[in-house]
């Protein structure tokens, strides 16, 4: 069959390498059918040029995939209106997923007019849906998927099984798609020579946070062996020298993280790289292992400094963990990402200011820092909480009432109004902002000053970015 992946405009200069629709895409080639790219997300073409496109190209098989964000709910309905609006609708079909539409397949099914929404893992149910639409099998022996049959009637097939050896995954299709953008990815500590891109080192996560609206349960990591094969065709084939590993959880358990940076140091990877991580296992002998494999960033949910709220988000972490493991983190002289969000359930206002004074006490700016107000997508536990409180009606009611941005409260949980909610807000981003320029006005300085006084040749110009 002839398959189209449509990777959407996120409406940004460098995009992110849409790893799900590769992972895919390899699939659905390794089962022997033909895979195009429509390359949104790169040339920033009008939706309407995807619907001149399907008109002039013959598929059997559109994909779109999202996540539950404003933006990519928006953008998956303008997406769906082209391509419903194709005159060769009718001679192929349309099929969409991702943790946005698989948190409620029958509201998306019915909104975008796909034929089949895919939920939970995709690398076997789309190459069986494949089957069926080919009349090799029926929809409703596929497992993980949503549709309307026939008759109207709505039907969701029972859950995937996860892939229990993920080893065994096909890697992504990179020949597909246009790897020289991809790898202008910027990322803290990476160099203006360095090529970067995303991989994956597992997949789930061992914790249950309520904000978390991830869908499959647990922890599956690949073989040490498997990811530097991955780095090392990465490194051959697009001189890649900083990987993202963009899972939810690199660091699962001390053994495992340790593991890893023993096997990458003893294969010679010769890379830098960053993770997402947690401060229970922040100790300094897994830092400085993990200083040593390369690592130059460690992304770490801290969501917030005060002990009620962590124990109500389910973080397993308190106050003296997250300060202690951070302080070990920049110790060992690994960046840290610290990601603090406001307003799970009853939080109080000073946890706002607690955080201020932690991010202007601890962040060494390798990236702007900004404090977000928490979001209950479809499928978290803080999404059901709000419907059970009567926050939210339903799925619809969060997409086109409430979620109307990632920066401004979709629901307040809190014992304080909105407008004091935004001001204490405001005043937040307003300290770490102002702390940032400063900070990057006297790096500049500094250059400036050596550039002058100690003659360094070296200097390659103000302008650059």
């Not at 192929?92 to 948190?103: C, E, K, N, Q, V």
């Not at 639409?133 to 998927?145: C, T």
Request: proline share 3%; glycine share 6%.
């Amino acid at each position: 069959m002839k398959i189209l992946m449509v990777v959407y405009d996120n409406d940004s200069y460098i995009s992110w390498f849409p790893q799900g629709l590769a992972y895919l895409a390899s699939a659905a080639r390794n089962a022997g059918h033909e895979v195009s790219v429509y390359q949104q997300d790169i040339y920033h073409w009008p939706d309407s040029h995807l619907t001149d496109y399907l008109d002039s190209n013959a598929f059997d098989v559109v994909e779109v995939s999202t996540i539950g964000g404003y933006y990519q709910y928006h953008k998956l309905l303008s997406l769906s209106e082209a391509i419903n609006a194709s005159r060769r609708r009718s001679h192929f079909r349309y099929t969409i997923g991702g943790h946005g539409p698989a948190s409620d397949p029958r509201y998306f099914l019915s909104i975008t007019g796909a034929d089949v929404v895919g939920i939970g893992e995709g690398e076997i149910t789309f190459v069986e849906l494949m089957d069926a639409f080919a009349g090799k099998r029926s929809l409703e022996s596929v497992d993980g998927i949503a549709f309307f049959d026939a008759g109207g009637n709505y039907v969701r097939t029972r859950a995937r099984e996860l892939i229990k050896n993920i080893d065994d995954i096909a890697w992504p299709a990179y020949d597909l798609f246009d790897m020289t953008h991809y790898s202008l990815l910027r990322l803290p500590n990476i160099k203006g020579n360095e090529r970067c891109i995303p991989m994956l080192s597992g997949r789930g996560c061992i914790f249950s946070c309520n904000f978390c609206y991830r869908l499959d349960k647990g922890f599956r990591p690949r073989s040490a062996q498997s990811i530097i094969d991955e780095i090392q065709f990465l490194k051959k084939t697009y001189n890649i020298r900083y990987i993202a590993f963009s899972d939810e959880l690199l660091m699962s358990s001390k053994e495992r993280t340790l593991e890893l940076c023993r096997a990458f140091i003893e294969a010679r990877l010769d890379i830098k790289w960053d993770c997402n991580g947690r401060l229970n296992f922040a100790d300094m002998d897994v830092l400085e292992k993990m200083k040593e494999a390369g690592c130059v960033f460690i992304n770490y949910g801290i969501e917030s400094l005060d002990n009620d709220t962590l124990r109500v988000m389910h973080k397993g972490l308190t106050r003296d963990m997250i300060i202690r493991g951070v302080e070990n983190t920049l110790k060992a002289g690994i960046s840290p990402g610290l990601n603090i969000i406001f307003g799970n359930i009853n939080e109080p206002l000073s946890a706002l200011d607690d955080a201020v004074e932690f991010l202007l006490k601890y962040d060494d700016h390798a990236q702007l820092r900004t404090i977000r107000p928490v979001t209950p997508y479809p499928g978290s536990e803080l999404f059901d909480y709000a419907v059970e409180q009567g926050l939210i009606k339903d799925t619809a009611d969060f997409y086109e009432n409430k979620h109307t941005n990632s920066d401004l409260l979709s629901v307040n949980f809190t014992k304080y109004t909105d407008e004091e909610v935004y001001d204490a807000l405001c005043r937040a981003n307003m300290k770490l902002i102002r702390q940032y320029q400063k900070v990057q006005q006297r790096r500049f300085e500094q250059v400036c000053c050596d550039l002058y006084q100690n003659r360094n040749s070296d200097f390659r110009g103000f302008r650059q970015s």
